[in-house]
């Protein structure tokens, strides 16, 4: 209660049966709300004290909201930090800008002002956790911003067409061999090799893989139950996809299966933290938390496969979807394998449906030019 009003904000989720992998436990909200809570005082306080009214900015609300995100998850929330240190708070101009001036013209010129080497992936990355950020900050000073800030920040940062350029990354297999090998051979402990020799096996999303454990291999019918995608699935059971894999993949496996639990992560590797200006150490082994993880070791492996530059680890799934399709494997099935919906693989991938169902068609193909009429020739020595 403050000055005899209930004031309440969403900070998590709660980790119920099948919450989000960031979901907060009780001692984990317990500290939440009492961090949000003296943040409450500390905000009124200053107000109170004349003059010391907080200015509310892009740069409040992006600080705001990498507070909020590591408190739920300390590694998502590093790596949104990074990211929007970098990008955002560095532009001065942009990060001071008060949010009751935001618009979206201001918003799409500090996207002219990014590096143009980034990619479109990287680039709506960052704009998902700016719209995030200043969403939060919109909903939670709602009376003292402006009732259009929200169409303005939706507009802003509205998303660039960058999946049509990544699904045109489609490789052979040849190609994809030669970027499973490259991961095994530069990182000596195989764990980004399995990591990418995985992603390349089933077609599944990094998320996907990285909730995999030891149980859900299932050696002897040789396939893997993949986790399904988190996405609009709260509070639901989720149902495992049992995805076909060859025998290579699991005997490249054994090293990690071999003496583990069901329970365990499948895919593990070493974390590290730095104890020196160039200088780091290993911690401990844990899952890969984040894509952004593997970047360095897939710069590594592409250029040691001679992979085509700008080819990024989604290439694995696109080529996986692909490889279905062209086999003749029916788009409904292609779609559950991979856990995506019908309509997505028709809508992305109709040229190579028309091109893997071609033959199909043409059993369906008739003459349709007059037939010659047979003449009929007498047979010599025909009985009469």
């Excluded at 740069?59 to 990008?87: I, N």
């Amino acid at each position: 209660m403050i000055d005899g009003n209930r004031v309440e904000q969403r900070l998590a989720q709660a980790d119920d049966p099948g919450s989000d992998p960031d979901a907060l436990s009780y001692p984990a909200a317990v500290t939440a709300a009492i961090e949000w809570a003296r943040a409450q005082v500390r905000r009124l306080d200053g107000e109170g004290e004349g003059g010391g009214t907080e200015v509310l900015s892009v740069r409040t609300a992006v600080e705001a909201y990498v507070a909020a995100r590591s408190a739920r998850a300390p590694a998502a929330g590093r790596d949104a930090e990074k990211r929007l240190g970098k990008h955002v708070l560095s532009d001065q101009v942009f990060a001071d800008t008060h949010l009751a001036k935001l618009n979206a013209s201001t918003i799409r010129a500090w996207r002219q002002r990014l590096s143009g080497e980034l990619q479109p992936t990287t680039v709506n990355r960052l704009l998902n956790d700016l719209r995030a950020a200043l969403n939060a900050a919109a909903e939670h000073h709602l009376r003292a911003l402006p009732a259009t800030l929200a169409a303005e920040i939706r507009t802003g940062t509205k998303a660039i067409s960058a999946g049509s350029s990544a699904r045109k990354q489609i490789l052979p297999d040849a190609e994809i061999r030669r970027l499973v090998d490259a991961a095994f051979v530069v990182d000596e402990t195989g764990d980004f090799g399995r990591l990418v020799l995985v992603m390349a096996a089933t077609g599944a999303r990094h998320s996907q893989v990285a909730r995999i454990t030891v149980g859900d291999v299932q050696a002897a019918r040789g396939r893997i139950m993949v986790p399904p995608s988190n996405k609009g699935r709260a509070g639901k059971r989720p149902t495992p996809i049992a995805v076909p894999v060859g025998a290579d993949v699991i005997e490249r496996l054994q090293p990690v299966l071999a003496g583990r639990r069901g329970h365990e992560p499948l895919l593990m590797h070493w974390r590290h933290r730095q104890v020196g200006p160039v200088t780091w150490e290993r911690v401990d082994r844990g899952p890969w938390a984040t894509a952004s993880a593997a970047l360095r070791l897939w710069d590594r492996a592409r250029t040691r496969a001679e992979a085509p530059p700008g080819t990024v680890m989604l290439c694995l799934r696109h080529s996986s979807i692909v490889r279905a399709l062209s086999a003749g494997v029916p788009v409904r099935l292609v779609a559950a394998l991979h856990d995506t919906s019908v309509q997505m693989i028709e809508d992305h991938y109709s040229a190579y449906i028309v091109e893997a169902t071609e033959e199909i068609a043409r059993r369906a193909v008739t003459p349709l030019a007059p037939s010659p009429v047979p003449t009929l020739q007498p047979v010599d020595g025909a009985a009469a």
